[in-house]
């Protein structure tokens, strides 16, 4: 499922006054202008270094980016039959067939792992509280759940969404699209389906973007009559509940080649779309278009876009955001598929009203029904543990290293590795030197974790057949492992709270969970647990805060089940920075916890 867009339900409370505008300042087809374009890869927290990901939308202020990754272990699971979560009541290999089942429902094909599915697509949000996109939010059902999710766009209202697929609450998805709302309180109602007239009879692929004032929808679709593969469509509003039939907006945009993921400006004068037609860099590349007159059948020749937002490689999901000028996109130049922006034009100012938030009726589907429950069939084999199929007599070799955060020196040990979906890692191999390799063919996530005595360690979570289609066929892997020792520090990914409070956001309860099973598996260790801040503010207000955030890491971990004892806190506020600079960059850095191991039992 494809980038699809932004969705209109007839709210009219919803205006705006542009107070300026200036449109897409560079030209596709000037050398000169796109030597000045410089391309951002959006943070590492946004691109995963093993999953795509895609379909960038971006708030109207620029401050929240929504975005969808593929392949992800820690998928939501919830997979509802006639309103039962089957997650909750089935074990882990039961589990799995059934999504299999469902799988090969939706694919007609035989899929043999259902992690490594591209129909394991969840919807996650990025915020923007201390830094740029910091915040990562992976929300749970019903804005997730073991089918494909994906956020096509903003809709008038900034608290709703329209998303592909129609989902219903006893499990059942069809063919379309709904709306997800986002209520006052932050929690999330079921998604509602919406109707397009006659939308019927259409490939696997499909794309919707709405403009701005809802008026008007833009589809890519493979059904009879196209030119080629999936063409550009037009749809207009009929009413609040029901939009006109898919027209083919014509020759001019459309081609033999396939014409995917279309945006269009506010001002519904500029369209930009992906194809793979000849006259591109390669692969998928984002076009341009103008439109002539009020007809919309009517444009200029379409124009790739120069170096170096096209490249040799599928460059699509174009998203440009007025706030801030920037123009997002997906590309997979980098191998994986990873999110990419580029400031194109001057940022524009709007001058909003509060949306009239109005219910969303409840309609009964007009489409093809995909899925009601699911059947159930004879047990499928669980694939064999090394081999598979997606990547026949290619190995990948896999360079260990096991390094002390003491001295950074080598230590030895072993190397346990298998695939990521099972319970135990059946595979070893003995280091020398702290160095240690071995060779691997699978098509699915594979698990490598360092084991040696005294020590806290990490797992690796990687991909063959990704870094295959990289070109490579060996991979360095590096682990950095906490000696148990007094005054060692436990290596921690960042947690982050509400902006000057001691909340601790939901994306960081998964990092507790690894710290509560570490103080569990090493009941000998007593920890302090240290807050930071920054320079912001009032010292002594950063003092309060800092021990405040330090004590409430301390009552989730007591409420995980580690002995008061074991637990000190101490706020440091601003007096041990890491970072001396005065740039946000550094003052986020200086923002942090630290969990020092203070007593080992002998």
């Known amino acids: 499922m494809s980038h699809i867009g932004m969705l209109d339900l007839g709210f009219k409370g919803l205006m705006q006054l542009w107070v300026s505008m200036v449109l897409f300042l560079f030209a596709w087809n000037a050398e000169g202008q796109s030597a000045k374009l410089k391309i951002e890869k959006l943070n590492s927290r946004i691109n995963s270094a093993y999953y795509d990901e895609t379909n960038p939308v971006v708030s109207r202020d620029g401050k929240t980016l929504y ?10 699971r919830t997979l509802l039959d006639q309103g039962h979560d089957m997650s909750a009541s089935l074990d882990r290999v039961d589990y799995d067939k059934k999504l299999l089942l469902v799988y090969k429902q939706l694919s007609e094909e035989t899929i043999l792992d259902p992690t490594n599915s591209l129909f394991n697509q969840d919807i996650w949000i990025a915020r923007s509280v201390d830094s740029e996109f910091d915040v990562l939010d992976h929300p749970d059902h019903p804005v997730n759940n073991a089918l494909p999710n994906s956020i096509c766009s903003l809709t008038p209202n900034p608290e709703e969404f329209a998303v592909v697929n129609e989902f219903y609450q006893d499990g059942s998805m069809y063919k379309g699209f709904s709306i997800l709302r986002r209520m006052s309180d932050g929690s999330w109602m079921h998604p509602k389906p919406f109707h397009i007239y006659d939308l019927k009879d259409y490939g696997a692929e499909v794309n919707l973007n709405l403009s701005y004032d809802g008026e008007i929808a833009i589809l890519s679709l493979n059904k009879k009559g196209t030119y080629g593969d999936n063409d550009l469509f037009v749809c207009q509003r009929i009413n609040k509940e029901i939009w006109g039939a898919p027209v083919n907006m014509g020759p001019q945009l459309n081609s033999i080649f396939r014409e995917s993921t279309p945006y269009l400006s506010n001002d519904k004068r500029t369209l930009f779309f ?13 076009y ?5 007159g009020d007809s919309w059948d009517q444009w200029t020749e379409p124009q790739p876009l120069s170096a170096p937002v096209n490249s040799a490689f599928d460059d699509a999901q174009a998203f440009f955001n007025e706030a801030s000028g920037y123009l997002y996109f997906a590309s997979r130049r980098d191998g994986d598929s990873n999110i990419y922006r580029v400031k194109v034009a001057d940022a524009i100012i709007a001058i909003e009203k509060e949306p009239i938030v109005e219910e969303t009726p409840t309609i009964e589907p007009l489409q093809e029904k995909i899925i009601t429950e699911v059947p159930v069939e004879q047990p499928i084999d669980n694939p064999a543990p090394v081999v598979q199929e997606k990547a026949p007599g290619k190995q990948v070799q896999f360079n260990c290293v096991i ?3 003491r001295n950074n020196k080598p230590v030895d040990g072993r190397i346990l590795f298998g695939l990521a979906s099972d319970a135990t890692l059946a595979n070893n191999v003995e ?11 699978s098509n699915q996530y594979v698990r490598i974790l360092p084991e040696l005595d005294g020590y806290i360690v990490k797992d690796a979570l990687v991909h063959p057949v990704r870094l295959l289609q990289q070109g490579k066929t060996e991979e360095e892997v590096v682990f950095y492992v906490d000696p148990i020792e007094e005054n060692a520090h436990i290596s921690l990914n960042p947690i982050f709270f509400e902006k000057n409070t001691a909340e601790i956001l939901p994306v960081s309860l998964v990092e507790i969970d690894r710290l509560s099973n570490i103080l569990k598996r090493h009941p000998e260790i007593s920890v302090l647990i240290g807050g930071h801040t920054s320079n912001e503010g009032n010292r002594s207000d950063l003092y309060i805060l800092s021990e405040k955030r330090a004590s409430a890491i301390k009552t989730l971990l007591e ?6 004892p074991r ?11 890491i970072n001396s600079g005065n740039d946000d960059e550094s003052r986020a850095q200086n923002r942090r916890v630290e969990v020092i191991i203070t007593k080992v039992e002998k």
């Open 67 to 76: 975005f969808t990754r593929v392949g992800y272990p820690g998928f939501n």
């Open 567 to 577: 637990l000190r806190t101490r706020g440091y506020g601003p007096s041990k920075p």
């Open 403 to 405: 390094l002390s955060t």
């Open 274 to 286: 992906a194809s793979n037609r000849s006259g591109g860099l390669g692969g998928m590349d984002i």
């Open 288 to 292: 341009m278009s103008k439109r002539i």
């Open 431 to 441: 280091t020398s030197g702290g160095k240690a390799s071995f060779s691997i063919i």
């Open 559 to 564: 409420e995980r089940g580690i002995q008061t």
